[in-house]
């Protein structure tokens, strides 16, 4: 079992910035890929970006994050990060840090492929 702890989410103004943390414990040998997601009210949970454990870190991120944020790895401290910059409105979620089993070639930033979740951190973007 993977447990996994998000923090540092809160509300900030358009443009601004956000670091995420996520604390993970348990086997953790066994989360290959780790990503973040986030869900508007309303709406469906979405991938925002992912990191390989392997592969040299290899990241992807949804095309509507790339280049405003950053997703990265502690492992000596078994921490996942999320640097998000120039926020915008519609970047306004609830993030859940997620782990998997899979390689991230093969979960991709589908929700549904990965087993291991946080309680979720909430993201305010006001205009």
């Known amino acids: 079992q993977v447990q996994l702890v998000e923090s540092g989410g809160g509300s900030v103004q358009t443009g601004g910035s956000l670091r995420l943390s996520c604390s993970a414990s348990?086997?953790?040998?066994?989360?290959?890929?780790m990503g973040w997601f986030r869900q508007a009210l309303g709406k469906e949970r979405e991938g925002v970006a992912s990191?390989?454990?392997?592969?040299?870190?290899?990241?992807s991120y949804a095309d509507s994050v790339k280049a405003r944020f950053t997703i990265s790895k502690d492992n000596a401290k078994n921490t996942l990060y999320l640097q998000m910059n120039s926020l915008k409105p519609e970047d306004t979620a609830m993030y859940y840090c997620?782990?998997?089993?899979?390689?991230?070639?093969?979960?991709?930033?589908?929700?549904?492929?990965?087993?291991?979740w946080g309680q979720g951190t909430q993201v305010t973007v006001s205009s």
């Open positions: 997620a782990a998997t089993n899979y390689y991230c070639y093969t979960a991709g930033l589908l929700p549904w492929n990965y087993n291991y």
């Open positions: 348990g086997y953790t040998d066994s989360s290959v890929c």
């Open positions: 990191i390989d454990s392997a592969s040299a870190g290899t990241t």
